[in-house]
């Protein structure tokens, strides 16, 4: 008898827990069932739905170019910069390569024409070389006979002339020297070289002044040429009766005529 009771315990649990699973599963399926589901729109096919915003398709491309171009200006602006600050020193550099090979060019033009120099137009002929001078030519004016002549040592001109100026160093290589041994160079005064040979040349003649122990900076007037209105006209010395000094006051009547020579009076 109690076994009976105690299989119909078990049994009333389980049909209960089984009652109480069966239930839940409807109620479950009752509240799936009644859940609101949203609206649904047309049936679209994906390749025909809109897509992003042209906004949000083009932000990223624009972005990342802005930003280049804010790296870009940075180096731009760190490069102007470097190179103002480099471009004096740069300027210097470039002048005195330009110099140094136009002089070399005047050192060719300056010499006598040869194999291994052909363009040389043979001023060290009369001026000697690097214009030492000591050369004796012979020169035939048009009114005169020949002569010997000795023309001047150019490695010391600086300290007689400037380079610009009437009868100065360029005018005398262009339009030459009338009644002397010098010829005019320039193209314009039938001669053969053009403004960028003479410059050249005149480029090496400073150098040929420059190298020379005797003549100093303060002599050089190629490099310092005198400024008009700046020199002072310098007071003459006198002496202490007043008459300039070197200058002795000659007495009235004592006055010689040179010998063969008739006097004024009596010419």
Known sequence: MSGVLALSTVTTIALVAGILVGLAFVGGFVAVAMRRRPPTGPDIPPGMKPGPADEVLERPHLERVMGWGVAFTLVFAVAVA??????????????????????????????????????????????????????????TPP??????????????????????????????????????????WSVRFAGAMNDQQI????????????????????????????????AEEEPTPTGEDGTPAGDEATPAGDEATPAGEASPEGS
């Open 82 to 139: 470097v190179v103002f600050l480099n471009e004096p020193a740069q300027n210097r550099a470039d002048a005195v390569d330009l110099i140094e090979k136009s002089v070399h060019r005047g050192e060719l033009w300056f010499q006598v024409t040869t194999e291994e120099n052909p363009t040389g137009f043979g001023c060290e002929q009369c001026h000697g070389s690097e214009g030492r001078g000591g050369q004796q030519i012979r020169f």
């Open 143 to 184: 009114d005169g006979p020949g002569v010997f002549v000795e023309p001047p040592p150019l490695n010391n001109v600086c300290t007689r002339l400037t380079i610009e100026g009437p009868g100065q160093i360029r005018e005398t290589i262009m339009q030459g020297r009338e009644g002397t041994a010098m010829p005019s």
């Open 199 to 230: 410059q050249d040349l005149i480029n090496y003649i400073v150098e040929l002044n420059i190298r020379n122990p005797d003549v100093s900076s303060e002599e050089n007037l190629c490099l310092n040429p005198p400024v008009e209105g700046e």
